[in-house]
């Protein structure tokens, strides 16, 4: 049996006169793949935004794992053991694929970027468990061993996409945020992409919530989809219930027209 990681009750998001979201309520399962979709300006990246902690919410809460989120600062949401992606990929151009992996774990080093520089015994054999950790799982599983000692910069589109995907992942977080993972991605880069998430599941144990716009690949991998319209859930289900729902077809028409 699956239980709920992620629970969002009654959240409320204002933004001058604008309701961005309105009594939005979603459980996010353990170890599966949930997807969030819905129109432009439906209050995806909101509800992204608040779970993160970079925007307050008027009213509501956000529980993970049992605690509640929303009282808590943005920055713990790594302790908590939460990691995210953005839609615009962030990588360092100048740096070598493992050295924008390593990024995503200094958060949770003890030494840290800077004392590194003062404590050299420690900072190095963290530094070296670290690199071993990245090797053994991120790498591996994402198959960057090839490029790994490569400049980020020229690498093509779809490998810089699961460089972010790794430097998330290398703090081996329980929940892992994808924000458009698919966007950009040329059709023969979907599948693959969509193959690397449902391996971070399976394999890792990672829950996903993920926002996108590409209804073949969220069609095709989600356990679970919510549909927002207009800062409201409107339907959540398996996909096959959801593309079937009359207000969802609506929502979409309704935006196309
Ligand atoms: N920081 C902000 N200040 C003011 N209004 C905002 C802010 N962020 C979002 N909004 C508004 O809230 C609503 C929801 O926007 P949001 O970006 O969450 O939608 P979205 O579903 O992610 O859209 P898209 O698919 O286009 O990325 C929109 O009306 C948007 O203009």
């Known amino acids: 049996m699956t239980s709920d990681i992620l629970d969002v009750s009654g959240v409320d998001v204002t933004f001058g006169g604008i309701r961005a979201l309105s009594d939005v309520s979603l459980s996010v399962p353990e170890r599966k793949i949930t997807a969030v979709i819905g129109p432009n300006g439906?209050?995806?990246?909101?509800?992204?935004?608040?779970?993160s902690g970079f925007y307050k919410a008027n009213s509501g809460s956000v529980t993970f794992a049992g605690a509640d989120l929303l009282s808590q600062p943005a920055h713990t949401r790594s302790a908590n053991g939460i990691s995210r992606t953005f839609q615009n990929i962030a990588l360092f151009p100048g740096?070598?694929?493992?050295?924008?992996?390593?990024?995503?774990?200094?958060?949770?080093?003890?030494?840290?970027?800077?004392?590194?520089?003062?404590?050299l015994g420690p900072a190095a054999r963290e530094e070296r468990e670290l690199e071993q950790r990245m090797d053994e799982t991120v790498i591996e599983l994402l198959g960057l061993e090839d490029s790994r000692d490569s400049s980020v910069s020229g690498l093509p589109y779809g490998t810089q996409k699961r460089i972010e995907l790794a430097r998330a992942l290398i703090s081996a977080p329980r929940l892992l945020m994808l924000d458009e993972p698919f966007a950009g991605l040329p059709t023969t880069e979907k599948a693959t992409m969509a193959a690397q998430i449902r391996k971070v599941v399976d394999e890792r144990g990672v829950t996903v919530l993920l926002i996108d716009h590409d209804m073949e690949s969220i069609m095709g991998m989600s356990d679970q989809v919510v549909v927002l319209n207009f800062g409201e859930v409107i339907a959540a289900g398996a996909p096959a219930e959801v593309q079937a729902n009359p207000a969802v077809i609506e929502a979409y028409l309704g935006a196309e027209a």
Request: no cysteine; proline share 0%; net charge positive.
């Open 42 to 51: 439906a209050g995806k990246t909101t509800l992204f935004n608040v779970i």
């Open 95 to 119: 740096m070598t694929v493992a050295e924008n992996i390593k990024l995503g774990a200094h958060a949770q080093l003890r030494t840290g970027l800077f004392t590194a520089g003062l404590y």
